[in-house]
């Protein structure tokens, strides 16, 4: 794998074959396959982000969870794989210097996959992303809700949100239209095409429509389109935390009520930088 595709999956997705040297938590990511081994991070978790109950750390997790499956498409988009198989690295969870908690996953070693082969490149996205969500992510998930309790669904739905912005971002960086429509086709394939039985499911979960609401612009600015998030990230279940603006459970009112103080925030903001000048 080339070097530019490591420093990305690192400095992007936190995976790296550094190890944080004084993490709050380490856990082998095999161990996040069984139930107590999931209980132990959910134990271990839950006080670090302040969760009011079990649901939200398994939310919160599977939101970091989904960055690892971020790193995984976008290495399939440059036809450049490493082996992200849960026994190879270790979650580790540590304090930012910023104040927040982090995730990173760190490589024991650097494995790579073979590449597709001429004329055979939908036959190995196929195949590797079959076992990629089949194999490694689906026990992941399902072990997350055994422990907290939670809707499956409901995780596996926390994962479109972040890919689609990340095939947005990747688009929007595009050097030519033909590789922004390749984009496109991959975000298809995995949201639409991959046959749901890979997440023991009926239908594919990331299969899913986006709603846009409007988000306020700035005084003398017209109001910004804003994906709504396809499933609730359990931010309201943490100590003082509230429900997103874009959270699918807030209700037509609330959202109503809530642009008005972001209005007035703004107005009162662009207020003190027109005094300042």
């Known amino acids: 794998m080339s070097s530019s595709i490591q420093q990305a999956i690192a400095e992007q997705f936190g995976v790296t074959t550094?190890?944080?040297?004084?993490?709050?938590?380490?856990?082998a990511g095999s161990r996040l396959m069984t139930e107590c081994g999931m209980q132990e991070l959910i134990d271990a978790y839950s006080p670090l982000m302040k969760a009011l109950e079990p649901a939200a750390a398994g939310a919160y997790f599977i939101g970091r969870l989904s960055v690892l499956n971020m790193a995984m498409h976008y290495m399939l988009t440059q036809d450049e794989l490493i082996d992200l198989a849960p026994e190879l690295?270790?979650?580790?969870?540590?304090?930012?210097?910023?104040?927040?908690?982090?995730?990173?996953?760190?490589?024991?070693?650097?494995?790579?996959?073979?590449?597709?082969?001429?004329?055979?490149?939908?036959?190995w996205r196929e195949e590797r992303l079959s076992h990629w969500y089949g194999t490694h992510l689906r026990p992941i998930v399902e072990t997350t809700a055994q422990a907290v309790d939670m809707d499956l669904l409901h995780l596996w739905k926390l994962f479109p949100?972040?890919?689609?912005?990340?095939?947005?971002?990747?688009?929007?960086?595009?050097?030519?239209?033909?590789e922004r429509l390749r984009l496109e086709e991959e975000w298809a394939f995995v949201s639409q095409q991959l046959d749901?039985?890979?997440?023991?499911?009926a239908r594919n979960p990331l299969d899913v429509k986006f709603v846009t609401i409007d988000y306020p612009g700035a005084p003398g600015e017209p109001d910004k389109q804003m994906r709504m998030k396809t499933a609730c990230c359990m931010f309201y279940r943490t100590?003082?935390?509230?429900?997103?603006?874009?959270?699918?459970?807030?209700?037509?009112?609330?959202?109503?009520?809530r642009k008005v103080q972001i209005r007035e925030k703004l107005a009162q903001e662009a207020a003190v930088q027109a005094a300042a000048r």
């Open 18 to 27: 550094e190890f944080h040297p004084d993490p709050l938590y380490a856990i």
């Open 161 to 178: 949100i972040r890919l689609r912005y990340m095939f947005d971002q990747l688009k929007e960086k595009a050097a030519s239209e033909q």
């Open 89 to 123: 690295w270790t979650l580790q969870i540590y304090m930012h210097d910023k104040g927040y908690v982090e995730f990173r996953y760190a490589l024991h070693e650097i494995r790579p996959l073979e590449g597709p082969a001429d004329g055979e490149r939908s036959a």
């Open 196 to 201: 749901g039985q890979v997440f023991g499911r």
């Open 239 to 257: 100590d003082g935390g509230y429900k997103c603006y874009t959270c699918p459970r807030m209700k037509p009112a609330e959202r109503e009520e």
